[in-house]
T-cell receptor
Framework: AQSVTQLGSHVSVSEGALVLLRCNYS??????LFWYVQYPNQGLQLLLK??????LVKGINGFEAEFKKSETSFHLTKPSAHMSDAAEYFC???????????FGAGTTVTVRA | KAGVTQTPRYLIKTRGQQVTLSCSPI?????VSWYQQTPGQGLQFLFE???????NKGNFPGRFSGRQFSNSRSEMNVSTLELGDSALYLC?????????????FGPGTRLTVL
């Protein structure tokens, strides 16, 4: 079975500060990993995904994530937070042969002016 | 290209009723998946359709069902509604059904059961 754990249900950062959202996965085979963002009253938008091509993945809106197999982690970062980054972020995983997305519980990001 | 569309966006039903939700995938996408989002359980996979066939099903009771049409549009149906079925129902589409494929999500249908 595969699962995803997001550490911290709520993160508060100052505008211009580093955003760090943590995601750890458990999988018996190399997984595919995704970060999605959800703004209020909207669906999910893909930020980036890891599909074994490169361990450092760059996404939209200045976000990036690094796949670390030794730590079974796929943490999401953004060097400088913007007010528009306030949203809920979900880490998700699939693996070969299992197409459905398994999501973490989500992390809500608040950006302080 | 137009994104994934879901109708209606909001629904209010009472216990015991049934409801049908609709999803139109991105043009050319053949796989449609449905997810339920609630504050308590988070995002949970309901089922997935590809080429009009259900390929995968999550751990939900038989009251939850779906289908896919030849144009890839999909519907899901919930019968005998319960209060706990109140949720945001999200539809996602992708071109194929490889594990690394991006699933593109619609805005969701907010179902409230009274």
């Amino acid at each position: 079975a595969q699962s995803v754990t997001q550490l911290g249900s709520h993160v508060s950062v100052s505008e211009g500060a580093l955003v760090l959202l943590r995601c750890n996965y458990s999988s018996s085979v190399p997984p595919y990993l995704f970060w999605y963002v959800q703004y209020p009253n909207q669906g999910l938008q893909l930020l980036l995904k890891y599909t074994s091509a490169a361990t450092l993945v760059k996404g939209i809106n200045g976000f990036e994530a690094e796949f670390k197999k030794s730590e079974t982690s796929f943490h999401l970062t953004k060097p400088s937070a913007h007010m528009s980054d306030a949203a809920e972020y979900f880490c998700a995983v699939t693996r070969p042969g299992d197409y459905k997305l398994s999501f973490g519980a989500g992390t809500t990001v608040t950006v302080r002016a | 290209k137009a994104g994934v569309t879901q109708t209606p966006r909001y629904l209010i039903k009472t216990r015991g009723q049934q409801v049908t939700l609709s999803c139109s995938p991105i043009s050319g996408h053949r796989s449609v998946s449905w997810y339920q989002q609630t504050p308590g359980q988070g995002l949970q996979f309901l089922f997935e359709y590809f080429s009009e066939t259900q390929r995968n099903k999550g751990n939900f009771p038989g009251r939850f069902s779906g289908r896919q049409f030849s144009n890839s549009r999909s519907e899901m149906n919930v019968s005998t509604l319960e209060l706990g079925d109140s949720a945001l129902y999200l539809c996602a589409s992708s071109f194929q059904r490889e594990a690394g494929d991006t699933q593109y999500f619609g805005p969701g249908t907010r179902l409230t059961v009274l």
